[in-house]
């Protein structure tokens, strides 16, 4: 069975910094692409940017109100995807899944959330 | 980037009802179209991938049809846990890759 943890997470203060981990099981993480999707309090589903695999160049590609702030990253020895957030604000207060598409182009297999919560 | 406008934001339904949700994409994006179910507090799940197409494991009185620029979702007979909301996604033009607004499902 092909799944996701994912960690980190917190209470962080505007222009702070946070990381949050995704490891996967179950799959060979080296091949997938890897996501991530926020989504705020009581709002809708948000895309927040990705990651391809090696074999199509580690390629990033990230949503208009995080680039240059967020960095998703990987390290396929140890099946684990990041996401370094910085210089956060309070409109990134949001649940955050990791995601992948094992499959088909669809999110098939999904980490569990966790909460980043960014206030003073 | 593509716009995915889904609707309607929320409906009632009594058991046993046909339910339908319809999503149109701001320009043609073939069937790349999926579409998610979420129960409060849990991640999204996937229900029909590339506009018709059945997960595995998924219920059949679920279903979705359409392409270019117009879909729908249906669910034949709604059964009390199908209450949650929906989501449909497209995946032609990235990024960003875009989700509609969503669709809550509750029971009449």
């Known amino acids: 069975e092909e799944y996701l943890v994912q960690s980190g997470g917190g209470l962080v203060k505007p222009g702070g910094s946070l990381k949050l981990s995704c490891e996967g099981f179950g799959f060979t993480f080296r091949d997938a692409w890897m996501t991530w999707v926020r989504q705020a309090p009581g709002k809708g589903l948000e895309w927040v940017g990705r990651i391809k695999s090696k074999s199509d160049g580690w390629t990033t590609d990230y949503a208009a109100p995080v680039k240059g702030r967020f960095t998703v990253s990987r390290d396929d020895s140890r099946d684990t995807l990041f996401l370094q957030m910085n210089s956060l604000k309070t409109e990134d207060t949001a649940v955050y899944y990791c995601?992948?598409?094992?499959?088909?182009?669809?999110?098939?297999?999904w980490g569990q959330g966790t909460l980043v919560t960014v206030s003073s | 980037d593509i716009q995915v406008t889904q609707s309607p934001s929320s409906l009632s339904a009594s058991i046993g009802d046909r339910v339908t949700i319809t999503c149109r994409a701001s320009q043609d994006i073939s069937n790349y179209l999926n579409w998610y179910q979420q129960k409060p507090g849990k991640a999204p799940k996937l229900l029909i991938y590339?506009?018709?197409n059945l997960e595995t494991g998924v219920p059949s009185r679920f279903s979705g049809s359409g392409s270019g620029t117009y879909f729908t979702f249906t669910i034949s007979s709604l059964q009390p846990e199908d209450v949650a909301t929906y989501y449909c996604?497209?995946?032609?033009?990235?990024?960003?890759?875009?989700f509609g607004g969503g669709t809550k499902v509750e029971l009449k």
């Open positions: 590339e506009a018709s």
């Open positions: 996604q497209q995946y032609d033009d990235l990024p960003p890759l875009t």
């Open positions: 995601a992948t598409e094992l499959t088909y182009d669809a999110f098939d297999v």
